[in-house]
């Protein structure tokens, strides 16, 4: 099965308040995380990345928190728009780093009510 | 710059076909990946390549072959087009080895559709 999974497959938000989309993996040998957002009819956009020996980047309206002890991963977004209305992944490499792609999860598709 | 360029956006195949999707980035990355992705799902790693000349598979390499005589270009080639591979297809491109804030840079796909 899928190693990287999401808990929701929809996410429903008011503009302007604060989003969190959950991920969890099972691969504890994992060491880079990575979310993307995907717009209809356009690939994979980087939003932000992670290592396994950080707990929590950020960077622009944007929060990723990795918890290794129990294997999840979350994306916080802050004061959401409606441009922030996508499919978002999580991602993980599973071979410590290793140049051999990464495993992506089901998405969760948030949807941003007015 | 481009960053990375799909070609084409769209096709039709019948079955048995064949054709090549390209993929060209002009970021001077030495890694390139293919992937494919089917309704409601992520995706999946068909073929990567770490450098000229090289190339590996990912998890669904079957029926899919790939290529790599320059840094630039990574097509991937169907031989006979079947159902199964109707799919839309991403090209994506790294400049290292999975580093934070050096992720993998997508193209637009490539949606096949065979028939």
């Known amino acids: 099965g899928e190693s990287v999974g999401l808990h929701l497959p929809t996410l429903s938000v008011q503009e302007g308040d604060n989003s969190i989309i959950n991920c969890a993996y099972s691969n504890s040998a994992s060491d880079y995380f990575i979310w993307y957002k995907q717009e209809s009819g356009k690939g994979p956009q980087f939003i932000i990345d992670i290592r396994s020996n950080m707990d929590k980047r950020q960077g622009q309206r944007v929060t990723v928190l990795l918890n290794k002890t129990v294997k999840h991963l979350s994306l916080q977004i802050a004061a959401t728009q409606p441009g922030d209305s996508a499919v978002y992944f999580c991602a993980e490499n599973m071979a410590g780093g290793g140049a051999d792609g990464l495993t992506f999860g089901k998405g969760t598709h948030l949807i941003i009510q007015p | 710059n481009a960053g990375v360029t799909q070609t084409p956006k769209f096709r039709i195949l019948k079955i048995g076909q064949s054709m090549t999707l390209q993929c060209t980035q002009d970021?001077?990355?030495?890694?390139m990946y293919w992937y494919r992705q089917d309704p409601g799902m992520g995706l999946k790693l068909i073929y990567y390549s770490v450098g000229a000349g090289i190339t590996d598979k990912g998890e669904v390499p079957n029926g899919y072959n790939v290529s790599r005589s320059t840094t630039e270009d990574f097509p991937l080639r169907l031989e006979l087009a079947a159902p199964s591979q109707t799919s839309v297809y991403f090209c994506?491109?790294?400049?290292?080895?999975?580093?934070?804030?050096?992720?993998?840079?997508f193209g637009d796909g490539t949606r096949l559709s065979i028939l």
């Open positions: 970021m001077n990355h030495n890694y």
């Open positions: 994506a491109s790294s400049s290292l080895q999975q580093v934070v804030g050096q992720p993998q840079h």
